[in-house]
């Protein structure tokens, strides 16, 4: 390919250049006849000024004609009306007093105009022009002034031309080459380089850079491409992650229920007492096998379109006090006040994914009954500031240290690992969370509250056409 186009440039160049030349050539060759046919039809006029009659022509008149010729080689010829040779300026002439037949002399005769033409002279190939112009006296014609030159000195100079403009359409062309091959490898070099990039890539090779120099253009797309294989390698990243974690998430609860079969396999005789409390445990270990299964599938059915968000019209308050509602045999159970402390009383409804959103909220609230210790509370604030609306879930829990704090909405992250587990925890929901705001266009971040407890904030658009996709 990059031959084929080096091939279509020269040729290019070299067709212009010969176009251009032939141009050049024709102007000059038209220029300098041009010229040359003025030059003789002036001398031609001032000769033909001189003569009255072909009859007599005087040794005067003859050195006036040799004056006005001197310096050139123009051979003048004076014909009578019977175009019979009158003088020739030919010193060895031998065609005084011969008839001789010219196109420009008939021409000029026959029209009483001046004449002119351009011959190919036999013997030596050169051309030669010539012009004639009728002698009038009263009105009669009475010979003809002809004068001829060849143009030898004209064609001289236009083969001249011819050579050097060759010389030159050759150097050029040669340039051009060298130029257009120069730039090929300039700029196929670092495309060779981003294909063998892109190669190693599609084989999982992500460690191999694109380099990042040369032309603006070309350092973009090796920017481009680097960035692709960084975000390839995050995501090829994650995903090993998570299939590791699944895999070990899952092997916790089947070794608890392996051990629980072996346990009543192995006992003997065991009393019903005991084989009713073994199975108490293995319906709880299923239990959590299918709350992690079922989070699992939540969070893959998100992730899997992005588009999937089906937005209804949702009044958010009356949503936020089902949560209440919903949660608060579980505070009451811990001793905990559940209340809700908003700053605005209602809302218009705002499009949101009413399932995804809820959940989101639920998650946290849980959360904060579930972490926050016996006696404490959890509060639920709402604010609307320009176009976002925002929850804020505060309890005076452990709170989450710093560190933490961006961690916690990863997959399967526990602070505590044994005691979320102990509640039941999967370490899915802040994920699930997270998901479900982002796919409303909205954010999710946590803080600390005075009381040294967490701080969740929720912030979605507040607009009738809030939901993302
Ligand atoms: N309100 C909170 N106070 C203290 N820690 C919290 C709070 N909410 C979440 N966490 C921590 O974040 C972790 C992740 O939460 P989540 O994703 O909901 O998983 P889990 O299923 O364990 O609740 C929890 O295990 C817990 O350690
Ligand atoms: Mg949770």
């Known amino acids: ?72 080689n123009i051979r003048s010829i004076i014909v009578s009306p019977d175009f019979r040779v009158c003088l020739d300026t030919n010193e060895d002439s031998d065609l005084i007093g011969k008839v001789i037949m010219r196109e420009a002399i008939n021409k000029s005769m026959k029209d009483k105009e001046q004449a002119f033409a351009i011959n190919e002279n036999d013997d030596n190939n050169t051309a030669m022009m010539s012009v004639s112009v009728p002698l009038i006296a009263n009105e009669q014609t009475v010979g003809a002034v002809y004068l001829v030159e060849s143009l030898s000195d004209a064609d001289m100079t236009i083969r001249n031309i011819r050579k050097n403009l060759i010389v ?60 692709m294989s960084a975000e390839l390698d995050d995501y090829e990243q994650n995903r090993k992650k998570f299939v590791s974690d699944v895999s070990h998430e899952l092997k916790t609860p089947l070794a608890t229920i392996k051990l629980i079969c072996d346990s009543i396999v192995t006992t003997d005789n065991p009393n019903p007492e005991m084989i009713q409390d073994f199975l108490g445990d293995l319906s709880d270990e299923v239990d959590r096998l299918t709350r992690i299964v079922e989070r699992l599938l939540t969070l893959t059915k998100m992730d899997s379109n992005q588009n999937n968000a089906s937005p209804t019209p ?75 609306v925002s929850v804020r879930i505060d309890d005076n829990g452990p709170g989450i240290p710093d560190e933490d704090k961006e961690r916690i909405f990863e997959r399967f992250y526990r602070l505590d690992d044994s005691r979320a587990r102990d509640t039941g925890g999967t370490g899915l929901g802040l994920a699930i969370t997270r998901e479900a705001v982002l796919l409303h266009g909205g954010e999710i971040s946590v803080g600390d509250t005075p009381e040294g407890g967490s701080s969740f904030v929720i912030s979605l658009p507040y607009a009738v056409s809030g939901v993302q996709g």
């Not at 010969?18 to 002036?42: D, P, Q």
């Not at 006040?337 to 998650?363: G, R």
């Open 314 to 388: 949702v009044d958010f308050v009356v949503m936020l006090n089902a949560v209440i509602r919903k949660l608060t045999p579980n505070a009451e159970a811990k001793n905990i006040v559940l209340y809700s402390d908003y700053s605005v009383d209602s809302l218009e409804p705002m499009l949101l994914d009413y399932d995804k959103i809820w959940e989101a909220v639920y998650n946290i609230v849980d959360n904060a009954i579930k972490y926050t210790p016996e006696g404490g509370f959890v509060k639920l604030g709402l604010e609307l500031k320009g176009k976002t």
């Open 1 to 72: 390919m990059r031959v084929s186009m080096m091939a279509t440039y020269v040729a290019v160049i070299v067709m212009s250049m010969i176009l251009l030349s032939v141009y050049i050539i024709g102007a000059l060759t038209e220029n300098l006849y041009n010229s040359e046919r003025v030059k003789l039809f002036a001398k031609a006029n001032i000769i033909s000024d001189l003569i009255t009659t072909t009859d007599d022509i005087t040794d005067e008149t003859q050195l006036s004609i040799n004056q006005i010729l001197s310096g050139s």
């Open 168 to 227: 030159f359409a050759v150097i050029i062309s040669i340039l051009v080459a060298m130029l257009s091959l120069g730039l090929s490898l300039m700029t196929t070099a670092p495309i060779d380089n981003f294909i063998g990039v892109a190669k190693e890539i599609s084989k999982g090779n992500f460690n191999i850079k694109a380099k990042e120099k040369g032309p603006a253009e070309l350092v973009e797309m090796a920017k481009a491409l680097n960035y």
